[in-house]
T-cell receptor, first 111, second 113 residues
Framework: ELKVEQNPLFLSMQEGKNYTIYCNYSTTSDRLYWYRQDPGKSLESLFV?????AVKQEGRLMASLDTKARLSTLHITAAVHDLSATYFCAVGDFGNEKLTFGTGTRLTIIP | KAGVTQTPRYLIKTRGQQVTLSCSPI?????VSWYQQTPGQGLQFLFE???????NKGNFPGRFSGRQFSNSRSEMNVSTLELGDSALYLCASRPTGGDSEQYFGPGTRLTVT
C-alpha cells in the first residue's frame, strides 16, 4: 500500500526567509502533485511532476521530483504573507486515478 | 471553461439519516473522483468513476456509495450517517489522456449531529 510522508507538519517562517517542505513516498509512482489549501477552501493545484528530475517553478515556489529516492520537495523562496496556507503533496497510483495524500504542512508566514 | 461544481455546499444531517452529494465535472472530463477530508484522517480517497463505471474504491464501508451518469455528473450517497462522517467531501475531475491534472471542486461540508 502506498504511503506518503510529508514534513514538517507545521512551519512558521519569517517573511523573506527560504524553506523546504519534503514529501517521501513508499512505492513507485508515475506522478506527484502539490496542492495548496486555504482555510475552509478546496484544493488549488500548484504543480504536477511526471518524471524523474522534473522541476517546476511558479513565483516563489519551486517543486522537484526524484523518483529514485521517492522524494519530492517544495521550496519556498523569500516567503511572503500570502503564502500562508496548508500545502499537500499527493502521489498517484499506477494505472488508476487514486491519489494518496500526505498529511499536509501548515505554513504560517510571520511579518 | 467552468470549473468543477458541487452541490450543496453545506449540509447538516442527523445521525441515521442518509445524504446525497452531487458533483458536475468540467465539461469534457469523464473521470470523477471523490475524497473525504477530516482533521483526524486527512484526505482519503473514496472512489473514482469513468464512463459510468466505478474503476477504483477506497477503504470505506459499504454505507458510502456513488454513481456516475451518462453526462459524467456524479453523485455519492452516504447511508445511516454517523458522527464520524462529518467532513469536507471533495470531488475532482480529470480529462481523458494527456493532461494529468486533477481539478478539485469547492467541496461539500457535511455536518452530522
Amino acid at each position: 500500500e502506498l504511503k506518503v510522508e510529508q514534513n514538517p507538519l507545521f512551519l512558521s517562517m519569517q517573511e523573506g526567509k527560504n524553506y523546504t517542505i519534503y514529501c517521501n513516498y513508499s512505492t513507485t509512482s508515475d506522478r506527484l502533485y502539490w496542492y495548496r489549501q486555504d482555510p475552509g477552501k478546496s484544493l488549488e493545484s500548484l504543480f504536477v511532476l511526471l518524471s524523474n528530475g522534473a522541476v517546476k517553478q511558479e513565483g516563489r515556489l519551486m517543486a522537484s521530483l526524484d523518483t529514485k529516492a521517492r522524494l519530492s520537495t517544495l521550496h519556498i523562496t523569500a516567503a511572503v504573507h500570502d503564502l500562508s496556507a496548508t500545502y499537500f503533496c499527493a502521489v498517484g497510483d499506477f494505472g488508476n486515478e487514486k491519489l494518496t495524500f500526505g498529511t499536509g504542512t501548515r505554513l504560517t508566514i510571520i511579518p | 471553461k467552468a470549473g468543477v461544481t458541487q452541490t450543496p455546499r453545506y449540509l447538516i444531517k442527523t445521525r441515521g439519516q442518509q445524504v446525497t452529494l452531487s458533483c458536475s465535472p468540467i465539461s469534457g472530463h469523464r473521470s470523477v473522483s471523490w475524497y473525504q477530508q477530516t482533521p483526524g484522517q486527512g484526505l482519503q480517497f473514496l472512489f473514482e468513476y469513468f464512463s459510468e463505471t466505478q474503476r477504483n474504491k477506497g477503504n470505506f464501508p459499504g454505507r458510502f456509495s456513488g454513481r456516475q451518469f451518462s453526462n459524467s455528473r456524479s453523485e455519492m450517497n452516504v447511508s445511516t450517517l454517523e458522527l464520524g462522517d462529518s467532513a469536507l467531501y471533495l470531488c475532482a475531475s480529470r480529462p481523458t489522456g494527456g493532461d494529468s491534472e486533477q481539478y478539485f471542486g469547492p467541496g461539500t461540508r457535511l455536518t452530522v449531529t
